[in-house]
């Protein structure tokens, strides 16, 4: 059974950084992507980042391009978000996503999903 599991969020000042991560288990060797999707309260989850497997490719969202950085590390089946320069606007529960097709930044591909971790931003 797959799992997903991140780690890394906390409360940090505007301005500020974090190093999101999710580890992997299972059997994961068919994913074709893997990325990072946040929700914020009252808002739809929307996908931040995700990177390609075997290209290795990222895709951001507008709204973090620059500031964020995804990294896949294949030897132990994890992921990273790299995030600088937070805003209050990155405040949200971060979720870790795998996908069989697609760019990992559409929740329609997304075929698992771990249980998120809070990145909270105060200005």
């Known amino acids: 059974q797959v799992q997903l599991v991140e780690s890394g969020g906390g409360s940090v000042q505007a301005g500020g950084s974090l190093r999101l991560s999710c580890a992997t288990s299972?059997?994961?060797?068919?994913?074709?992507?893997m990325g990072w999707f946040r929700q914020a309260p009252g808002k739809e989850r929307e996908g931040v980042a995700g990177i390609e497997i075997d290209g290795n490719t990222a895709a951001y969202a507008d709204s973090v391009k620059g500031r964020f950085t995804i990294s896949q590390d294949n030897a132990n089946n994890a992921m990273s978000l790299q995030m600088y320069g937070l805003k209050p606007e990155d405040s949200a529960v971060y979720y870790c996503?795998?996908?069989?097709?697609?760019?990992?930044?559409?929740?329609?591909?997304?075929?698992?999903w771990g249980k998120g971790t809070l990145v909270s931003i105060s200005s």
């Open positions: 299972g059997f994961t060797g068919s994913f074709y992507c």
């Open positions: 996503a795998a996908a069989y097709r697609g760019t990992c930044l559409q929740r329609s591909s997304v075929a698992y």
